[in-house]
């Protein structure tokens, strides 16, 4: 399914790409996500300099002609022949490699006008390209990252829940970029018990399940073997699997970490809970590298990101793999269509 269609009225929408740090990869990655337009990736375009992006095609040969538009409904018209660029200037020239904090402005920009096209619903959804954090820091950004921006742009109460898809999992941690020490000390039967249900609503909406199964990792060796081996099995993460168990969520656990991924037990299970960054990162990177997706769920659009960084060492030198943009463009593209079903029974 990658027909894009957030709207009742059948009106078909592309996806926004926003640039992401101007100095890394985000320019090639997209220019040859375009060049694959033709195996099942939904039409897109650029919140992005169209004059960088052209620079950067011809300086690593590749064949993508670059049409300014302004308007997000012509990228459906413009995208078979040429790649589709919302205009937003840079501050700065851009040299492959070498951050010019003077464009940290446009990086936001970028993503803040997508976010408004999306809840315009004039796009479908939001695939975004790497940032570079530090810089964003030095220019006052106080978010530890898109995620957390994202939530803060939405406002009320949204609740974003980092994703990871890959390899056939599904994987969350529960608690996300904190030392081991300080996640332990975060993790709570409350926290948990959120993410969860968050986890539970999205199997439905977004990839289309009718119920899905979630398996909740433990956080010690064998689950804590009853105990012997910690508590927070019996004091924290059971309790968590009771409550949600108890509002008809089919969570199982809490399971020993080491044995969830293997081969045999993949197919028991839709989504995998784990109560910590390299808990879910380390199955799924290893099952697929390559192709590896970033979703913030609990937001009230779709929003994507390839699972990886800048690449600062390799741009501009042709070297970086589109392959996981073109992986989070069609899971965008197919998670906003379904969000749409879905949207369509409950109003019938």
């Not at 375009?45 to 590749?62: K, S, T």
Request: aromatic share 4%; charged share 20%.
């Amino acid at each position: 399914m990658t027909a894009i269609d957030r709207r009742t009225d059948g009106r078909l929408l592309p996806l926004a790409l926003t640039m992401g740090e101007p100095a890394g990869i985000g320019g090639e990655i997209a220019l040859k996500a375009w060049l694959r337009r033709g195996e099942g990736v939904p039409p897109f375009f650029a919140v992005d300099e169209p004059r960088r992006l052209a620079e950067a095609g011809r300086g690593l040969g590749l064949p993508v002609p670059i049409r300014e538009i302004s308007r997000p409904e012509e990228a459906l018209r413009v995208f078979p022949e040429a790649f589709p660029v919302l205009a937003l200037p840079l501050a700065a020239p851009v040299v492959p490699g070498r951050i010019d904090p003077t464009n940290a402005r446009a990086v936001l920009a970028s993503i803040d006008r997508a976010v408004d096209l999306v809840r315009q619903d004039r796009a479908a959804a939001i695939v975004t390209n790497p940032i570079h954090k530090k810089t964003l820091y030095d220019a006052g950004f106080r978010h530890p990252g898109h995620t957390e921006y994202l939530a803060a742009r939405v406002g009320g109460d949204a609740t974003p829940v980092m994703m990871l898809v890959g390899g056939g999992l599904r994987v969350v941690p529960v608690t996300v970029h904190l030392p081991l020490r300080a996640a332990i000390d975060r993790l709570s039967s409350d926290l948990i018990v959120a993410q969860g249900r968050i986890v539970a609503k999205a199997l439905v909406t977004d990839f289309g399940l009718l119920r899905g199964r979630v398996a909740v990792a433990g956080l010690n060796p064998h689950a804590g073997e009853n105990g012997a081996l910690g508590r927070e099995e019996i004091e924290l993460i059971a309790p968590a699997v009771e409550r949600l168990r108890a509002e008809g969520i089919d969570a199982v656990g809490p399971l020993p970490p080491d044995t969830l991924f293997h081969a045999g037990a993949r197919p028991r299970y839709h989504a995998w809970l784990c109560m910590y960054h390299d808990q879910a990162l380390i199955p799924l990177k290893t099952l697929d590298f390559e192709h590896g997706v970033n979703v913030t769920l609990g937001l009230p659009f779709v929003r994507t990101s390839p699972d990886h960084g800048t690449a600062l060492a390799i741009a501009g030198t042709g070297q970086a793999s589109e392959a996981s943009l073109v992986a989070a463009i069609i899971l965008a593209g197919q998670m906003a269509s379904r969000r749409t079903l879905r949207s369509r029974e409950v109003a019938v």
